[in-house]
């Protein structure tokens, strides 16, 4: 490696530090505020603000054609390539706040949720206000400034947790967690413009139109079948087992937001725009992949089976017992995202090497699969469609993993070892776990979750210490070597 080119590695461990820092930090507050919120609040509440937020969500997906992304893809003109995203966002963001608030009767009457209009309506505003920030934190991410970026990020569950819990004690109800959440969208634009000091201008950079949003096309359609996928469960719940039930299910899917998908997130965060650098050097990413996925399933495969085997102590001790009916519906959304953390991984190297048309067809495959195993569950229970969730997502990421594979000239043999020592691991943690919720005594729910977190975690890091030891000394390294080549040789070296 010459001294000119840019140290990967370190960068990227850089980022994936304060990523996960930022991570962390809005996933402490959320929960804080939730444990909180949740003895004031039903989960009727919950469920009014959750229908709304789905739909947002969806909007946010497709809102900017694919331009967030082609703006941390695009290698050269980058300030052209942001005025192109900043234009197509700011149009978005007004198109987008009149359609809602026109169409917010509808969407509230799909759910059978007549006060849901005027919380549409009051919520449809933040779109302009978070498509005025899309750009500086696309900025953020494409320059890996996640420190930087941590900021607003923080602040933004930081302001939307306080907010609603002042307003849920003066008794606002639902209404807390509205305005919470138009506060924290507020506080997030104004601080990325803060921390990132890129500014828009009238220069109109007509040649980049085209390709950016023939890029971000792909992106658009694979966002939104990804979407649907991971929406369309809280819609099904939401149309047909009433808002409560909705309120119960987005409850319990907060845990593994807050745990799993933490890791999850930083990786896709970070490895995105890592891969990107490589493959544009002109560099291997295979070998960076392999490296990745070892690095990663080591977190979230424990993760998810933790999640899984403790989720009545854990709903029970955050929430309290009135949310004792979020407990299966959190051990069956743990083994989905545990497939999840796969499934982003092998997106990561598809996307950073222009694979995006073959994403979106994988993608379609899981989305077809995916809405008649959801229906059926519906007719059941939540607990039975987070389970027909899991299912799909398992035959899906396998299908992915084996098609991609091929395409990207990797051996299956190489990714089933990348996940060999950390899956072997992780099952004789959940030998012990299963052994210490049938034959611990009753000492309370805490001391079962604690006993539980204590004994899973130390036998999980004695299990991968004795079978995957290069995992700590990669980890040595990385924090206290100040050797550059170290931390670039962990995604350039071979798994």
Same mark, same amino acid.
Request: glycine share 8%; net charge positive.
């Given at each position: 490696m010459t001294a000119e080119t840019p140290d990967v590695g370190r960068t990227t461990v850089r980022a994936a530090a304060w990523a996960l820092a930022s991570a962390t930090g809005k996933r402490v507050l959320t929960l804080g505020g939730l444990m909180l919120l949740a003895r004031v609040l039903a989960p009727h509440d919950f469920g009014i603000l959750g229908f709304a937020m789905v739909y947002l969500a969806f909007v946010e997906v497709v809102a900017d054609l694919g331009t967030g992304p082609a703006l941390v893809y695009w290698p050269d003109r980058r300030d052209d390539a942001a005025q192109v995203a900043f234009i197509v966002n700011a149009i978005a963001g007004v198109f987008w706040c009149v359609v809602t608030f026109a169409a917010a009767p509808y969407i509230a009457h799909f759910f059978h949720e007549p006060n849901g209009t005027l919380v549409l309506r009051v919520l449809s505003f933040t779109t302009i206000v978070t498509f005025l920030g899309t750009t500086h934190d696309a900025l953020a991410q494409k320059e890996l400034k996640f420190r930087e970026r941590s900021i607003p990020e923080v602040a933004l569950t930081g302001v939307k947790s306080a907010v609603a819990l002042v307003l849920a004690w003066m008794g606002f109800g639902a209404w807390s967690l509205v305005w919470g959440h138009v506060a924290g969208v507020i506080a997030w634009t104004i601080l990325l413009w803060v921390v990132i000091p890129w500014r828009p201008t009238l220069r109109i950079p007509r040649d980049l139109f085209g390709p950016m949003l023939r890029y971000g096309r792909s992106i658009v359609a694979v966002r939104m079948l990804t979407t649907l996928m991971l929406d369309l469960d809280v819609i099904v719940v939401g149309r047909f087992l009433g808002v409560t039930a909705l309120g119960l299910y987005q409850m319990a899917a907060r845990i593994p937001d807050s745990s799993v998908m933490v890791l999850i997130w930083v990786a896709a965060k970070t490895l995105f725009p890592a891969f990107s650098r490589l493959h544009a050097e002109g560099a291997d990413v295979r070998h960076g992949y392999l490296i990745a996925t070892r690095c990663v399933s080591s977190l979230t495969i424990p993760a998810s089976l933790g999640l899984f085997f403790l989720a009545r102590p854990i709903i029970v001790v955050f929430f309290g017992p009135q949310w004792t009916g979020a407990a299966v519906i959190l051990s069956m959304l743990a083994i989905y995202v545990g497939f999840r953390a796969v499934d982003y991984d092998i997106g990561n190297v598809m996307k950073a090497t222009g694979r995006t048309n073959t994403l979106v067809w994988l993608t379609a495959i899981k989305a077809v699969l995916l809405v008649p195993a959801v229906l059926i569950g519906a007719t059941y229970s939540a607990a039975a469609v987070a389970a027909a969730l899991a299912i799909v997502f398992g035959i899906g990421t396998l299908i992915t993993t084996i098609v991609s594979a091929r395409i990207?000239?990797? /051996?299956? *043999?190489?990714? %089933? !070892?990348?996940?060999? *020592?950390?899956?072997? %691991?992780?099952?004789?943690?959940? #030998? $012990? =776990?299963?052994?210490? =919720? *049938?034959?611990?005594?009753?000492?309370?729910?805490?001391? @079962? =979750?604690?006993?539980? #977190?204590? #004994?899973?975690? %130390? +036998?999980?890091? +004695? $299990? =991968?210490?004795?079978?995957?030891? @290069?995992?700590?000394?990669?980890? /040595? &390294?990385? +924090?206290?070597? /100040? &050797?550059? %080549?170290? $931390?670039?040789? #962990?995604? *350039?070296?071979? !798994?």
């Open positions: 990207l000239n990797i /051996r299956l *043999r190489s990714i %089933a !070892a990348a996940f060999s *020592r950390s899956g072997s %691991a992780g099952a004789i943690m959940s #030998l $012990a =776990l299963y052994l210490w =919720l *049938r034959w611990s005594p009753p000492l309370g729910n805490i001391i @079962q =979750l604690a006993g539980g #977190l204590l #004994l899973g975690g %130390a +036998v999980y890091i +004695v $299990a =991968l210490r004795i079978l995957d030891p @290069q995992i700590f000394e990669w980890l /040595r &390294k990385m +924090v206290f070597s /100040r &050797k550059t %080549a170290s $931390a670039d040789a #962990l995604l *350039r070296s071979e !798994a």
